[in-house]
């Protein structure tokens, strides 16, 4: 077998102008941001805000016109990143001010950590006198706020709990000062300890607080989702530094669509085995779960069949150390919810019920993983889809790994799902319910995601459309929905699963169905480009003429 050093373009990338620059970027901003930790800090903002803006300086003198394909490509995206991280650092000022009156004290005590990381030593004496004013203050603010709740409650629940992640980030931001004295200075020990513990568990009170009583989430409440809906602006300044040019009413517009299609193929394939409509025909499907142990090796079966499919009908190439390196584990509890679905990669997480779980909570996830819903997701998770894109992420144009885009992580994937759909992958009914349900899903995430961001729907009416229109079990509902909002994900992330299968899908009808490309040409291609925005894997595959004053343009649902 052995290894062929042709596939590597080292020609290409050694002539390359943007590379090496992007490569000094990724590292420049690696340092500062590990110099800078804490979110919530205005100097780490001024720093960051200087960084960039002397970036954007720096490439506004790269002669574009004397630049190849590759390198024009680069260099607008580059210049996008730079310009979309400014209006990040815009709107992350704009909701910290939001929530300045809930944090009194806040910038004196994590100037406390920020001192000690310029290597200005705390006065012991000083730093007490601090902590205790500190917590005086602190104290004074919650009794003010509690006298305001007699009357009414003027804080929004999302503000509320974003102040009290951010009281939760300056307790951690405290501890790691004061553990760097500790036991080191007697003095400090003196005179800090007793005033840290009582301002500890002043803050720990007060996050209790703000979450519970102003944000409206009891302790051990695992059904309440708050979020943060970041609004219409905000969501139009994400959608142009992912080059979409289509409104958010737009695109919820799209995946109405897409839903609706979903759910007559879902009326079909309910008739094929005899059921009058899609909701009980996917309720005998989530019946086909297998029994406590089986589910591994089903994951491996279905994963042997996806790649033997590709193979069959020559779709794309699959190196041989891609097919040997991905691993399984089984996820916990705990991981189960957030996600109660098993997830992908080199190593596949797979979700089945635990022996500790409630009998409810083992019933859910039993019907949720049943074998055809795993069966429509394998492919996604592993070869073609997540395993198989992040081993060729790791060998070609790594440099863009900084301008990262779920649009072509999770839109890759998805296309897979439906590239599939149409080539009949789907054997049985069974088998086109378990696909339906999970596009189904990701059309209804477009949905949902977006109006929660443009405020039209709060997380208990995502939940509810999850539950109603897609078929999920309760729990899973809410696991999914609060996936999407607790803030580990971009705004769009949800959205891009179906959006970037919709431009992956129509690229294809453009370049391979019009006889341009064959689709392992295709697919290998679209895998070689790395992790950039659809629009520009486009220009590079079609060669598209660009100009250094290019503005994102391609309709690609129009086309399908």
């Known amino acids: 077998m052995g290894i062929d050093l042709k596939e590597f373009d080292f020609a290409a990338e050694a002539t390359s102008t943007m590379r090496p620059i992007m490569e000094r970027y990724s590292i420049d901003v690696e340092s500062l941001e590990r110099k800078y930790p804490l979110a919530l800090s205005e100097i780490r903002h001024e720093r960051m805000q200087r960084f960039y803006s002397e970036w954007q300086s720096a490439v506004e003198g790269i002669d574009f016109d004397s630049l190849t394909q590759d390198d024009r490509i680069d260099l607008l995206l580059f210049r996008s990143h730079l310009s979309h991280r400014l209006q990040r650092l815009e709107t992350q000022k704009l909701r910290r001010a939001e929530i300045d ?43 003010e706020i509690e006298a305001e709740l007699e009357d009414v409650n003027i804080w929004k629940p999302a503000v509320a709990n974003r102040a009290a992640d951010a009281v939760g980030q300056l307790r951690e931001a405290v501890a790691q000062w004061k553990e760097f004295y500790q036991g080191f200075d007697p003095l400090f020990t003196w005179w800090v300890d007793e005033p840290y513990k009582s301002l500890d568990k002043t803050l720990e009170s007060y ?9 409206g989430m009891k302790a051990g409440d695992e059904e309440t989702i708050i979020g943060d809906p970041l609004g219409r602006q905000a969501l139009l300044t994400e959608l142009s530094a992912e080059m979409i040019p289509y409104s958010p009413e737009e695109l919820i517009e799209i995946g109405q669509k897409e839903l609706a299609w979903c759910e007559t193929e879902m009326l079909a394939a309910a008739k094929e085995l005899g059921f009058p409509n899609g909701k009980s025909a996917l309720e005998h499907v989530k019946t086909t779960h297998r029994q406590p142990g089986q589910q591994p090796e089903m994951i491996r079966q279905m994963a042997v069949e996806a790649v033997e499919f590709l193979a069959a009908h020559d779709l794309v190439t699959v190196p041989p150390l891609a097919q040997e390196t991905w691993r399984m584990e089984m996820m916990s509890q705990e991981k189960q919810l957030v996600n109660p679905f098993f997830l992908g990669g080199e190593v596949v997480q797979v979700a089945f019920p635990t022996s500790a779980m409630s009998h409810e909570q083992k019933r859910m996830s039993l019907r949720g993983n049943n074998p055809h819903f795993a069966r429509a997701t394998v492919q996604h998770e592993l070869i073609p889809g997540h395993h198989l894109q992040m081993f060729m992420m790791a060998r070609h144009k790594t440099y863009r790994s900084v301008l990262n885009t779920a649009f072509w992580i999770e839109g890759w994937a998805l296309y897979w799902e ?15 319910i378990g696909m339906l349900f999970w596009r189904s899903h990701r059309a209804a995430r477009i949905v949902f995601s977006l109006k929660f961001h443009l405020h039209q729907m709060s997380a208990g009416e995502c939940t509810e459309m999850l539950v109603e229109r897609v078929g999920h079990e309760r729990a899973n509902a809410v696991a999914e929905v609060r996936r999407s909002f607790k803030g580990d994900y971009g705004p769009l992330y949800q959205a891009a699963y179906m959006l970037g299968g919709l431009q992956m899908m129509a690229m294809r009808r453009e370049l391979v169905d019009t006889g341009k490309m064959s689709d392992r040409a295709f697919h290998d291609a679209v895998l070689m480009e790395n992790s950039i925005p659809m629009e520009m894997v486009r220009a590079s595959l079609t060669q598209q003429s660009l100009d250094r004053d290019f503005a994102t343009n391609w309709r690609f649902y129009e086309s399908l």
């Open 101 to 143: 009156g809930l944090l009194p004290c806040f910038s004196m005590l994590i100037g406390l950590e920020e001192q000690r990381q310029r290597m200005q030593w705390a006065n012991p004496e000083e730093a007490a006198s601090l902590l205790n004013e500190a917590d005086k203050q602190i104290t004074l603010r919650r009794r």
């Open 207 to 215: 996050g209790i607080f703000l979450r519970e009583h102003l944000a």
């Open 418 to 432: 439906m590239l599939l759909w149409d080539m009949g992958f789907p054997l049985t009914a069974e088998n086109k």
